[in-house]
């Protein structure tokens, strides 16, 4: 092999690397995964590295000569489901034996520079809200209210985006406008406090980057740190501007005196409604994430399978947060075998089921109200996150779970083979 072809072939896998981690791939299975392409390639001694958002590939020649290609990826806090489905197609042709270098790079770098158009991942996150503020309960004024304020927040996104703000900023840039709506919304009558309440639960839940705590807790398992504490970081700053951004609202929130006198009880929402409201939630959120209309029925069967666990384990004496860690163990054990069947990546379908059902909405709308009253909604706040991180624990046992006990076929879909070295 010339060291034009060696050059050829590490560029494709740099391009392939920086293309999963772009589109939501965890590094470990990025890891695996450039790892078995490098062997069918004729690679098998490629040296491979993957430092946070840095991929480095290099290859020894037999008489010494060193070649190697690095890049860093743009982003590593978004799942887009359609570029992931295009880079794994890539993965199959190129084990297969079927992929000429050149044309191939090509191609991933056309899918890397595709992008869902923001109007229609603006739409699916409006359609998400709308049905994850339905299970909340409350009534049509906060159903409505959560849509419209989604639907500001989803527009500060793409602007903050278009304009490279830094993430701490943007964060809390969607979070201000996205509350001040809800409590003007609330001053004038048009919605109730816990309605405003409900409306701004689901719009932070939705700011919170998810996928990244999946991927973050995936990477940790793996042995993957220093990935692991870059996800973490992201999430955290993520975070931060919620909470510079929250605190602004709510102390607005408190100076109108949009105090809530009523319970913090919800009604209860029948089962089969509860069922129906996270299958539509679950594609919701495919849309949101760029699926295609392969994606629609996969993401409203785990919605209905995730829901339909959560409400079994709550009919029990289960605390709600251990509830919906157990229901997203299962959750990651069928998304594994699922991922085998529609060659969708398995972080797509958990991600899924976990939106459609397990998200901590009503304990966030009660801390919200407990503030907005005048008191301290920290302990609903510590719930919920803690709620967060027992979803991605759930998730990552799950897969764990699933590659144990799947045949090998099931297994190639999460770990692809690595060569010892």
Known sequence: MTDV????RLELLLGLGLGFLESGQSTGQTSRT??????????????LDILGSRVTVEHISADGAVSHARGRASSIDVIDSARLRELSRV????????????????????????RTPWWWSTAGLVMLAFFISLQVGTGWDAWLTAAGVQLVSATAAALAGRFGMPRLFAATLQTVLSGLVAILLADAGLVQPAGAAAALAVAW??????????????????????????????????????????????????????????????????WYLGLVFAALGAIGNAIANGGQASLILPA?????????????????????????????????????????????????????????ALLPGITVFRGILREMSGSSGVEFFAQAGTTCVGLGVGVAFGVYFAVLTSAKRVRAQVAPPVRRR
């Open 5 to 8: 072809e060696i050059h050829q």
């Open 300 to 356: 409203a069967m785990l919605g209905v399978v995730t829901s339909a666990s959560s409400q079994l384990l709550h009919l029990t004496d289960l605390h709600p947060g251990w509830a919906n860690s157990i229901a997203a163990v299962l959750l990651g054990f069928v998304a594994v075998f699922l991922a085998g069947w529609i060659k969708y990546p398995y972080q797509v379908l958990a991600l899924m089921g976990i939106t459609g």
């Open 34 to 47: 450039l790892a078995a392409c490098a062997e069918a390639l004729g690679l098998p001694d490629a040296q």
């Open 205 to 270: 839940l939705l700011i919170l980057p998810l996928p990244q705590l999946i991927e973050a807790i995936t990477d940790a398992v793996e042995g993957e740190y220093v990935a692991a504490l870059t996800r973490i970081a992201n999430v955290g700053i993520t975070a931060g501007g919620i909470v510079i951004g929250a605190s602004v609202v709510l102390y607005v929130g408190g100076a109108l005196d949009l105090a809530h006198s009523g319970a913090l009880e919800l009604p209860d929402m029948p």
């Open 91 to 114: 993965v199959l042709e190129i084990e297969r034996g079927e992929a000429d270098p050149e044309r191939t790079t090509a191609r991933i770098e056309r899918i890397r520079a595709s």
